[in-house]
């Protein structure tokens, strides 16, 4: 299994409908599991951290009219480009992100405290020199999106445990950054989320990261190891 493919995806797979969005991967056969999501906001249709694919445009057009492309991780501009230019609507990025417009043909707009006048709220993760991850969270249907710190896919969980944190961030998991949120779903970057009870994943994920930590790490040397 290729731990990242970058060819374009004949069709992408949707994991996930619910009353406002919808979350997809176009590539599950890749170890990264790179999940992409859109959120429908009074019909108009908010695509974060996409990874392009065929039949993409039919599947957002289920949901409204594409208003923006939203970067949450300063590493996944992924497609942002294509998908942005061809619905003629800009990138968003956060009003703190450095240096991650500056490789967009399209044009770019910036948040600050909520995305636009979605009343979707924008919170900092991490500002650092290496990572600028920004969180969405949708109060109203109790939906966080957290696009890098915690995910499901293999290499970010053990197997008791529904969500797990990134391996950069075992040692000091941001807790004070996400514990401020009741979320009942939870959209992450890596892996298919969490669709009921999110808080409560999320609690134990961040709890357990450090003593989880050695179990992963050990789980990840098996897995690169030769046969």
Known sequence: MA???????S????????DGGVSWIAHPEETMQRASHALEVDGEVWVIDPVDGEGLDDLLAEL???AGVVVLFDRHRRDADPIARRHDVPVYLPDWFDDVGDELDSPVARFGAELADTGLGAHVVKNGPYWQEAALYDAERRTLV?????GTAAYFRTDDARLGVHPMLRAFPP???????????ILVGHGEGVATDGAAALEDALAGARRRAPR?????????SPI
């Open 3 to 9: 731990f990242r493919v970058d060819e374009s995806a």
């Open 11 to 18: 069709d992408v797979r949707v994991f996930d409908r619910f």
């Open 64 to 66: 409204g009219d594409v």
């Open 146 to 150: 957290v696009p890098e710190a915690v």
């Open 175 to 185: 807790r004070d950054r996400l514990s401020g949120f009741d979320p009942d779903r």
């Open 216 to 224: 992963l790490y050990a789980k990840a040397l098996r897995q690169l």
